[in-house]
């Protein structure tokens, strides 16, 4: 039976089958790397003046309203432990209001700060990304050592759904344990 399993058996670093016209290379449980030939056209272009406005704000929210309250032990403020901190606070008062915030503000603060850190330790950028037929998302973004973008917005929205209460450090682990394939 076992030369069976091994004649007919699937191997892990296999490609994956496509899925919504994308290929997808398995890398480890739970991380997928994107087969970039199979991959639609994007264009990439900087934000907006009133969206960096926006990131500003936020971050001059949490650092000063929202970061003394809770005393955090992290540095720096926006630091992906404080971020998880704040979301777990932020799920006792059922998303709801929340220090005299609304929920809106509370995703804003989150995605924006965690992108900023993002942006800050692993020099990253922010951009938009367009795809070709229409259809626009807010990405930070490196091209060196490797191709990495990720969704801060999209990330803290599904977290917020999924009730996922340490995201922001699990995507850093993940992310130093990437790059660390290129020092």
Avoid at 42 to 50: A, G, S, V
Avoid at 98 to 119: E, K, N, R
Avoid at 150 to 160: F, M, Q
Wanted: proline share 5%; hydrophobic share 35%.
């Amino acid at each position: 039976m076992s030369f069976f399993k091994k004649l007919f058996g699937q191997n892990e670093s296999q490609q994956l089958p496509e899925t919504d016209g994308k290929t997808y290379i398995k890398n480890e449980p739970g991380s997928y790397i994107l087969n970039k030939d199979a991959q639609p056209k994007y264009n990439y272009t900087d934000l907006p003046e009133i969206q960096y406005g926006e990131i500003t704000l936020c971050l001059n929210a949490l650092k000063h309203n929202i970061a003394p309250a809770f005393n955090f032990s992290a540095k720096p403020f926006h630091h992906p432990q404080n971020l998880d901190e704040y979301l777990v606070r932020w799920f006792q008062a059922d998303f709801g209001n929340f220090l005299g915030i609304g929920p809106d503000q509370h995703a804003a603060f989150l995605a924006y700060s965690f992108g900023q850190y993002l942006v800050e330790t692993y020099n990253m950028e922010w951009k938009i990304k367009s795809e070709e037929h229409g259809g626009t998302q807010t990405v930070v973004r490196m091209t060196k050592p490797a191709e990495i973008e990720l969704y801060p917005i999209d990330s803290t929205l599904r977290a917020i759904k999924n009730k996922d209460m340490t995201l922001y450090v699990a995507i850093d682990e993940k992310l130093k344990k990437a790059l660390k394939q290129f020092s």
